[in-house]
């Protein structure tokens, strides 16, 4: 059985930093990509990061430079470091995957930042 946990979320000040995590179970991590998605207060769930299982990442542009994701196999986990953050990236960042073509969610963690 497939499970994600996030964890890392809380409430943090403008500018501030956050580190979110992933732990998976009940797959073979190291040749899953990885995505984190971000659900803002009345809106839609958008994604925010991406790691393949070569370590190839990419961003949506309105987190780049700011925010880094990265994977640890041996762990079955991702992170999600988040600096400089911002309010309007306050939401709820979720843990996601495809896996023998069924998508996989976690329940998500909130972070909140305040100005």
């Known amino acids: 059985q497939v499970q994600l946990v996030e964890s890392g979320g809380g409430l943090v000040q403008a500018g501030g930093s956050l580190r979110l995590t992933c732990e998976a179970s009940?797959?073979?991590?190291?040749?899953?990509?990885i995505n984190w998605y971000r659900e803002a207060p009345g809106k839609e769930r958008n994604l925010v990061a991406t790691?393949?299982?070569?370590?190839?990442?990419t961003y949506a542009d309105s987190v780049k430079g700011r925010f880094t994701i990265s994977r640890d196999n041996a762990k079955s986990t991702s992170y999600l470091q988040m600096n400089s953050l911002e309010p309007d990236d306050t939401g709820v960042y979720y843990c996601?995957?495809?896996?023998?073509?069924?998508?996989?969610w976690g329940r998500g963690t909130q972070v909140t930042v305040s100005s």
């Open positions: 996601n995957l495809n896996y023998y073509h069924l998508n996989h």
């Open positions: 009940g797959i073979n991590f190291p040749i899953i990509k």
């Open positions: 790691i393949t299982n070569t370590g190839t990442t």
